[in-house]
């Protein structure tokens, strides 16, 4: 079986930082893509950045220049870098990982995993 553990949230004030970590575990083959996903009250959940296995990333306009995404593959672990943060960034953040994984004679995925999700506030 496979488990994203998520950390890092918090509360913050306007202008201020946070980090957030996401480490997948358990028998894992392979990761693909992997991922940062918010969802604020009353509002479905969004992509904010994504990341390839090769460092490829890309970015919801709302974030871009603000937040950085970066993975350590050893690690199994992607990270979420978010700085000048607003009100408007306040939401549940959930990781998201593309993994094929074993269990003895088998492969199976690659399939979507998600974190439980880390509330990020931000307010002064």
């Known amino acids: 079986q496979v488990q994203l553990v998520e950390s890092g949230g918090g509360l913050v004030q306007p202008g201020g930082s946070l980090r957030l970590s996401c480490a997948a575990s358990g028998s894992i083959f392979s990761i693909n893509a992997m991922g940062w996903y918010r969802q604020a009250p009353g509002k479905e959940r969004e992509l904010v950045a994504a990341i390839t296995n090769g460092g490829r990333t890309n970015y919801a306009d709302s974030v871009k220049g603000r937040f950085t995404i970066s993975r350590d593959n050893a690690k199994n672990t992607v990270y979420l870098q978010m700085d000048s943060l607003q009100p408007e960034d306040t939401a549940v953040y959930f990781c998201?990982?593309?993994?094929?994984?074993?269990?003895?004679?088998?492969?199976?995925?690659?399939?979507?995993?998600w974190g439980q999700g880390t509330q990020v506030t931000v307010s002064s």
């Open positions: 998201n990982a593309e993994i094929r994984w074993y269990n003895g004679n088998y492969y199976y995925g690659p399939a979507p995993y």
